[in-house]
């Protein structure tokens, strides 16, 4: 691959600057200019028109997409993709309206039972609407019908009577001001299927290890194994690769996600977390699109075991981004005249560079 300008776009917290930005910002950064790439990074939080301004003046090849939130509103991030397609500018990843569909829990859920991929029965509860989808059965799984990284998610959340279940709903309603998701909880073991590529290919089997967690906790990855690192959820679980299913139930497990992953439309790269019932069966549980790349992550775990470096796995995100955005023959010419400062014009009939153009002068009109 040619190199390339690529801005690396991630959230970063109101005053905090560098010392509070996610590792996973300089290794993306660290793996692209690896290969050789011009990388600049843009932090954003609340105010859009820096990130307009930025991408009118700077117009890079390529937008690697991190930013998973806008004003600390994880609603939001499909709101940051949007401005980016709206103003043609390439970027990683899913489009907005991809992103749309998985962010509601319900919604995701009724798409893939259209396309025949098992979740388990769930409920919505919204404060003057409930909706049933099958029959269900205690124990179960109340969460939060939209938010990533486990919002609303802790042991509590695993319900065995009407009491618990009624009292999760309320503290959903009224501590994160959303719709609740009631699901039947499966018990077994909870895979990640990661995929790399256009269309979608799958990397190995990687896995929630609870064999150290106490037994007084539920089989869960709550948001304190997630990011508490004085808990016993967190110092309990542990991602490993799912090395001793049958060659059945890998192949079952691997197509649920892949047909998940086409199912919502996911471009570049993705992971679905997958619950395997006692009997075998593999239970979608959610789908993420864009999801967190930090090198301890599952999507980089389970590429280390193909033989896919963290750098290698980067660059082919990048890839992948690349050939959907740009034509084949005029991907190199038009990174290479950017590289060199050319002024000359893109060829006519380019997918890249004509809306591009478009969006960035409609941005600096605003901006007049």
């Given at each position: 691959?040619?190199?390339?300008?690529?801005?690396?776009?991630?959230?970063?917290?109101?005053?905090?600057?560098?010392a509070?930005?996610?590792?996973?910002?300089?290794?993306?950064a660290?793996?692209?200019?690896?290969?050789g790439?011009?990388?600049?990074?843009l932090?954003?939080?609340?105010?859009?028109?820096?990130?307009?301004?930025?991408?009118?003046?700077?117009?890079?090849d390529?937008?690697?997409n991190?930013?998973?939130?806008?004003?600390?509103?994880?609603?939001?991030?499909?709101h940051?993709?949007?401005?980016?397609?709206?103003?043609?500018?390439?970027?990683?990843?899913?489009?907005?309206?991809?992103?749309?569909?998985?962010?509601?829990k319900?919604?995701?859920?009724?798409?893939?039972?259209?396309?025949?991929?098992?979740?388990?029965?769930?409920?919505?509860f919204?404060?003057?609407?409930?909706?049933?989808?099958?029959?269900?059965?205690?124990?179960?799984l109340?969460?939060?019908?939209?938010?990533?990284?486990?919002l609303?998610?802790h042991?509590?959340?695993?319900?065995?009577?009407?009491?618990?279940?009624l009292?999760?709903?309320?503290?959903?309603?009224n501590?994160?001001?959303?719709?609740?998701?009631?699901?039947?909880?499966?018990?077994?073991?909870?895979?990640?299927?990661?995929v790399?590529?256009?269309?979608?290919?799958?990397?190995?089997?990687?896995e929630i290890?609870?064999?150290?967690?106490?037994?007084?906790?539920?089989?869960?990855?709550?948001?304190?194994?997630?990011?508490?690192?004085?808990?016993?959820?967190?110092?309990?679980?542990?991602?490993v690769?799912?090395?001793?299913?049958?060659?059945?139930?890998?192949?079952?497990?691997?197509?649920?996600?892949?047909?998940s992953?086409?199912?919502?439309g996911?471009?570049?790269?993705?992971?679905?977390?997958?619950?395997?019932a006692?009997?075998?069966?593999?239970y979608?549980?959610?789908?993420?699109?864009?999801?967190?790349l930090?090198?301890?992550g599952?999507?980089?775990?389970?590429?280390?075991?193909?033989g896919?470096?963290?750098?290698?796995?980067?660059?082919?995100?990048?890839?992948?981004?690349?050939?959907?955005?740009?034509?084949?023959?005029?991907?190199?010419a038009?990174?290479?005249?950017?590289?060199?400062g050319?002024?000359?014009?893109?060829?006519?009939?380019?997918?890249?560079?004509?809306?591009?153009?478009r969006?960035?002068?409609?941005?600096?009109?605003?901006?007049?």
């Amino acid at each position: 691959m040619q190199p390339m300008r690529v801005c690396v776009l991630f959230y970063e917290n109101p005053g905090e600057g560098q010392a509070g930005r996610d590792a996973v910002v300089s290794q993306v950064a660290s793996a692209l200019q690896e290969n050789g790439h011009q990388v600049s990074l843009l932090g954003i939080s609340n105010d859009l028109r820096r990130l307009i301004d930025w991408l009118t003046k700077n117009k890079p090849d390529m937008v690697f997409n991190l930013c998973e939130t806008f004003d600390d509103i994880d609603a939001h991030e499909m709101h940051v993709a949007a401005v980016l397609e709206m103003l043609g500018q390439p970027f990683t990843g899913s489009s907005p309206s991809r992103m749309a569909i998985r962010q509601d829990k319900a919604l995701t859920k009724k798409v893939l039972a259209f396309h025949g991929v098992l979740t388990p029965q769930f409920a919505t509860f919204e404060k003057q609407n409930i909706e049933f989808a099958g029959r269900m059965r205690f124990p179960m799984l109340v969460k939060p019908l939209h938010g990533d990284a486990s919002l609303g998610i802790h042991d509590a959340s695993v319900v065995n009577d009407y009491k618990s279940l009624l009292t999760r709903i309320s503290n959903i309603h009224n501590e994160l001001n959303d719709a609740a998701i009631v699901e039947e909880y499966i018990d077994g073991r909870e895979i990640f299927v990661g995929v790399l590529g256009n269309p979608p290919e799958p990397l190995p089997l990687v896995e929630i290890d609870f064999s150290e967690l106490p037994l007084s906790h539920p089989r869960i990855f709550s948001r304190e194994a997630k990011f508490d690192v004085a808990s016993p959820q967190y110092n309990g679980t542990t991602l490993v690769i799912a090395e001793d299913l049958t060659p059945e139930t890998s192949s079952r497990v691997v197509r649920a996600g892949i047909e998940s992953v086409r199912a919502l439309g996911l471009t570049d790269y993705g992971r679905v977390d997958i619950r395997l019932a006692p009997d075998g069966s593999p239970y979608v549980v959610e789908v993420n699109a864009n999801p967190y790349l930090e090198q301890g992550g599952a999507i980089a775990t389970a590429a280390e075991e193909a033989g896919i470096s963290y750098p290698q796995l980067i660059n082919r995100i990048l890839d992948c981004a690349r050939k959907r955005w740009y034509p084949p023959q005029t991907a190199r010419a038009g990174a290479k005249a950017r590289l060199l400062g050319s002024t000359s014009q893109p060829r006519e009939g380019t997918r890249l560079k004509q809306p591009q153009a478009r969006g960035l002068e409609r941005a600096a009109k605003l901006n007049a």
